[in-house]
T-cell receptor, first 114, second 111 residues
């Protein structure tokens, strides 16, 4: 049982390049999330998908887009990367967003934008 | 358990001793709380959760205590082991299902 799988693990981009971060979960969870983690800032929600077919902005959505491809997969796209997007990105899933259930996280994608 | 700037509060504990990690939460309307453990290079790992209608919950070697009067949450780890070395942070869920994460406390276990 892999849980939440993220690819790639590491990525270096030049300013202006684009890329897509992939996430898949095998727990049959309904809700999926993208967070970024920066030193001293804690985890901040970028986008979430409460259920298949829906996506909503979180706390820091600017510069990002998401796609809930199916129940298992939720991708995060950076259309034109900026140095301010250097961060560690975590995908998470939970059974339901509106019910008190914990988030389960992947191991992250470490992104550097130069 | 809140971070100050880029520096995490650190708790050094002797192997075999009990650890207590504290977290002050901000929203008196929060009704659900979670503790996570994050090891270097890995994602946050769920440890234990507690709903606001409880004041204590026990897991395997861990206990979470909730004091709603002073908006304080603590995680107790019994017989701390080297594998417990990590950053621990709490999260609170308030209105609108928004989950807010604390900055974390680093636990260093000395052999």
């Amino acid at each position: 049982n892999a849980g939440v799988t993220q690819t790639p693990k590491f990525q270096v981009l030049k300013t202006g390049q684009s890329m897509t971060l992939q996430c898949a979960q095998d727990m049959n969870h309904n809700s999926m999330y993208w967070y970024r983690q920066d030193p001293g800032m804690g985890l901040r929600l970028i986008y979430y998908s409460a259920s298949e077919g829906t996506t909503d902005k979180g706390e820091v959505p600017n510069g990002y887009n998401v796609s809930r491809l199916n129940k298992r997969e939720f991708s995060l796209r950076l259309e034109s990367a900026a140095p301010s997007q250097t961060s560690v990105y975590f995908c998470a899933s939970s059974e339901f967003r509106t019910v008190n259930s914990p988030l389960h996280f992947g191991n992250g994608t470490r992104l550097t934008v130069t | 358990g809140e971070s100050v700037g880029l520096h995490l509060p650190t708790l050094s504990v002797q192997e075999g001793d009990n650890s207590i990690i504290n977290c002050a939460y901000s929203n008196s309307a929060s009704d659900y709380f979670i503790w996570y453990k994050q090891e270097s290079g890995k994602g946050p790992q769920f440890i234990i959760d507690i709903r606001s209608n409880m004041d204590k919950r026990q897991g395997q070697r861990v206990t979470v205590l909730l004091n709603k009067t002073v908006k304080h949450l603590s995680l107790q780890i019994a017989a701390t082991q080297p594998g417990d070395s990590a950053v621990y942070f709490c999260a609170e869920k308030a209105a609108g299902n928004k989950l807010t994460f604390g900055g974390g406390t680093r636990v260093l276990v000395k052999p």
